[in-house]
T-cell receptor
Framework: AQSVTQLDSHVSVSEGTPVLLRCNYS??????LFWYVQHPNKGLQLLLK??????LVKGINGFEAEFKKSETSFHLTKPSAHMSDAAEYFC????????????FGSGTRLLVRP | GAVVSQHPSRVICKSGTSVKIECRSL??????MFWYRQFPKQSLMLMAT?????????EQGVEKDKFLINHASLTLSTLTVTSAHPEDSSFYIC??????????????FGPGTRLTVL
């Protein structure tokens, strides 16, 4: 069975400093992994997706994530935080069965201090 | 591309009434749509999966007679909360995917509907 663990419920950074949001996954198969962002009272926006083509995945808004099979990790990073990055971030793994269900992590709230 | 809309964005209703929420894929045909529920400061909980033209598959613990899902066309799915009660108040989010034109497991999410039952 697939599962995903987001290691931090809250992360606080200063504007202009790097962002690291941690995610570990468990999967019996080579998984599809996603990062989604949710701004307050909004739906989810796809930041990036890993599908085994390349271990370093570049997404929108300067975010990227690196798939590390040996560590079963898929951490999200950004070199320099912007105030508009403050939001909830979800690490997600595909269920890989015929239903294509997504399995969500518990979320990490990113706070950006001016 | 891959835009999903929901209507209404907010709805307030009295206890005992029914509420319908629409989910539309605007620029692609959604063979599969998903309905999620999100409680404050929590992650998304999958309620059901619906494939166009067939009955929805509900997750364990979700009452199918209370949360009626219809996926009558490739661009529209509806969720009807029947006989709503205050405990049904929540943020409802739909998503859509297409197994041919887009990667099969990528879901595109709507903006959500905030339901408040008085």
């Amino acid at each position: 069975a697939q599962s995903v663990t987001q290691l931090d419920s809250h992360v606080s950074v200063s504007e202009g400093t790097p962002v690291l949001l941690r995610c570990n996954y468990s999967s019996s198969y080579s998984p599809s992994l996603f990062w989604y962002v949710q701004h307050p009272n909004k739906g989810l926006q796809l930041l990036l997706k890993y599908t085994s083509a390349a271990t370093l995945v570049k997404g929108i808004n300067g975010f990227e994530a690196e798939f590390k099979k040996s560590e079963t990790s898929f951490h999200l990073t950004k070199p320099s935080a912007h105030m508009s990055d403050a939001a909830e971030y979800f690490c997600v793994v595909s269920g890989m069965d015929s239903s294509y269900k997504l399995i969500f992590g518990s979320g990490t709230r990113l706070l950006v201090r001016p | 591309g891959a835009v999903v809309s929901q209507h209404p964005s907010r709805v307030i209703c009295k206890s005992g009434t029914s509420v319908k929420i629409e989910c539309r894929s605007l620029d692609f045909q959604a063979t599969t749509m998903f309905w999620y529920r999100q409680f404050p400061k929590q992650s998304l909980m999958l309620m059901a999966t619906s494939n166009e033209g067939s009955k929805a598959t509900y997750e364990q613990g979700v009452e199918k007679d209370k949360f009626l899902i219809n996926h009558a066309s490739l661009t529209l799915s509806t969720l009807t909360v029947t006989s709503a009660h205050p405990e049904d108040s929540s943020f409802y989010i739909c998503s859509a995917s297409h197994r041919v034109l887009q990667s099969s497991d990528t879901q595109y999410f709507g903006p959500g509907t905030r339901l408040t039952v008085l």
